[in-house]
T-cell receptor, first 113, second 114 residues
Framework: EAQVTQNPRYLITVTGKKLTVTCSQN?????MSWYRQDPGLGLRQIYY???????DKGDVPEGYKVSRKEKRNFPLILESPSPNQTSLYFC????????????FGSGTRLTVV | AQSVTQLGSHVSVSEGALVLLRCNYS??????LFWYVQYPNQGLQLLLK??????LVKGINGFEAEFKKSETSFHLTKPSAHMSDAAEYFC????????????FGQGTELSVKP
């Protein structure tokens, strides 16, 4: 089954404790992206990657890191999480052109206390 | 820059009534447009997409949308609402100048009354 898999689904952590949210897709998509969803703000792009070893900032990259060492994986790293990073995070992938839309993962609900 | 505006953060309809969710976009080039649905505690699911073929696009679950270039609109409709349609709906445009980045509207929460 074609899918984007995120882990974990739920995570509660403390301020400053490094964490990684994993994302993997099995569709051989070139394009991958991370979004965060907050009430009243909709979905905002954090980082994206157009292919292996090619990443770029989205609209809200502060406090996040990403890497794209393999085509299928695109982990999101929070080096020192803060409470304002409490949010619902989605990973998504697409073909290069974007004309087919994205396939989204099921989301990771992160709470930073 | 491209943008998307969804009119109405909450829409309530009765079961069996017409569903109309409004979306307007701004784009300097012919856009790719999408509607996504998000059910509670789930990810986003693609409902339908416009990619410069037919202007009337049919999607899943009986939804359809019409691309109107003159009005820069891509409104989502369904003739008869069902209780299971209650969800949040997002309109999005693909920014081809940024590798297909999806720019989302703020979302419209649809409630369906029995």
């Amino acid at each position: 089954e074609a899918q984007v898999t995120q882990n974990p689904r739920y995570l509660i952590t403390v301020t400053g404790k490094k964490l990684t949210v994993t994302c993997s897709q099995n569709m051989n998509h070139e394009y991958m992206s991370w979004y965060r969803q907050d009430p009243g703000l909709g979905l905002r792009q954090i980082y994206y990657s157009m292919n292996v070893e090619v990443t770029d900032k989205g609209d809200v990259p502060e406090g996040y890191k990403v890497s794209r060492k393999e085509k299928r994986n695109f982990p999101l790293i929070l080096e020192s999480p803060s409470p304002n990073q409490t949010s619902l995070y989605f990973c998504a992938s697409s073909t290069q052109t974007g004309g087919y839309g994205y396939t989204f993962g099921s989301g990771t609900r992160l709470t930073v206390v | 820059a491209q943008s998307v505006t969804q009119l109405g953060s909450h829409v309530s309809v009765s079961e069996g009534a017409l569903v109309l969710l409004r979306c307007n976009y701004s784009s300097s080039v012919p856009p790719y447009l999408f509607w996504y649905v998000q059910y509670p505690n789930q990810g986003l699911q693609l409902l339908l997409k416009y990619t410069s073929a037919a202007t009337l696009v049919k999607g899943i679950n009986g939804f359809e949308a019409e691309f109107k270039k003159s009005e820069t609109s891509f409104h989502l409709t369904k003739p008869s609402a069902h209780m299971s349609d209650a969800a949040e709906y997002f309109c999005a445009v693909s920014d081809v100048n940024q590798g297909g980045k999806l720019i989302f509207g703020q979302g419209t929460e649809l409630s369906v009354k029995p």
